[in-house]
């Protein structure tokens, strides 16, 4: 930098319009510096702001930061989603990846949270002709990079809340690294052909399930990524827990969801539901309760 700002407003200033101008979108094209062709207006105003160095000036250096900066985040994205990429093409999903990148910047250091809001975002986006298979295909892939970058979570065990009178007055909520998940195609065999495309545009056949099939995606005490079958009616009841609850607020959301044969299944199970949830660690007390 040319001079370091005298002023908290100053600083904010400088970064705001810094992250600004590194956020711009690499051109399809470009010889050198990328910002010459994507904002060649802003030449001037970098060599002004920023000390040159190593021959390079403000600007060059500028353009070094966009290249890197914007090659790193959609690598990061296109590592996550490797099935929506073979299902929406590799243009198309970098064009909804950029977008996204726009409408929500990193805001944390942790790169595992850099796709956090991109399942919401395509949901309300992206109209695609493949859009049940993508947005199916984001969610399973997000919940499995979940399993492996979220806490843990406080368990119900750890916190002495495993005894059943102590459940029904309990705010609970899953753990952090489980998602329930719906698949009505075979995602996990269709990953396992995409992840050796290193140019992302193969064609594979996504084969579609004999019948939905439902999984909670979480990881082990050995950190293993797991996909445990669920029914209808259970992965109804954690999805229940997806925000904090009782048990007594999860039953109402459930009477709404569930019609009389299901309800059938919810009493004949849940008594052994929760005994094998409590004892795997998927559900965890609500912090901000206690």
Same mark, same amino acid.
């Given at each position: 930098?040319? @001079? ?17 101008? /590194?956020?711009r979108p =690499? ?12 904002? #060649? ?19 060059? *250096? ?9 090659? @790193?985040?959609?690598? /990061? ?7 929506? /990429?073979?299902?929406?093409? %590799? @243009? ?6 950029? *977008? ?10 942790? =790169? ?18 493949? @859009? ?8 399973y892939e ?13 368990? %119900? ?18 753990? #952090?690294?489980?998602? #329930? ?26 084969q579609r ?15 293993? /990524? ?65």
């Open positions: 930098m040319r @001079r370091i700002p005298d002023t908290r407003s100053e600083l904010d200033e400088l970064q705001a319009w810094f992250g600004k101008a /590194i956020a =690499l051109p399809d094209e470009y010889p050198a510096n990328p910002l010459a062709v994507s904002a #060649p207006e802003l030449h001037a105003e970098a060599d002004a702001r920023l000390r040159g160095n190593g021959g390079l000036g403000g600007f060059g *250096r500028l353009g070094i930061y966009n290249q890197q900066y914007w090659f @790193r985040l959609i690598s /990061i994205m296109q590592s996550e989603y490797t099935c929506a /990429i073979h299902i929406m093409g %590799l @243009r198309v999903f970098n064009d909804y990846a950029v *977008r996204y990148l726009e409408a929500f910047p990193p805001s944390s250091p942790f =790169l595992a949270q850099l796709d956090e809001a991109f399942p919401a975002f395509l949901e309300r986006e992206y109209q695609g002709e493949c @859009r049940a298979e993508a947005l199916q295909a984001i969610a997000r919940a499995l990079s979940n399993a492996f970058d979220a806490p843990e979570g406080q368990t %119900l065990a750890e916190a002495g809340t495993a005894a059943p009178s102590e459940l029904l007055s309990a705010r609970m909520r899953l753990a #952090p690294h489980l998602t #329930p998940v719906r698949a009505d195609w075979d995602f996990a065999a269709f990953r396992a052909l995409c992840l050796p495309d290193t140019d992302l545009e193969a064609e594979f056949p996504l399930e004999a019948e939905t099939t439902y999984l909670a995606i979480y990881r082990d005490a050995d950190l293993e /990524i797991m996909r445990e079958p669920l029914t209808r009616v259970s992965l109804a009841v954690l999805e229940a827990f997806l925000a904090p609850a009782t048990l007594a607020e999860a039953f109402e959301k459930l009477e709404e969801k569930l019609g009389p044969e299901d309800q059938t299944e919810l009493m004949g199970g849940i008594s052994g539901w929760f005994r094998e949830w409590v004892a795997r660690g998927w559900l965890c007390r609500d912090e901000k309760a206690d």
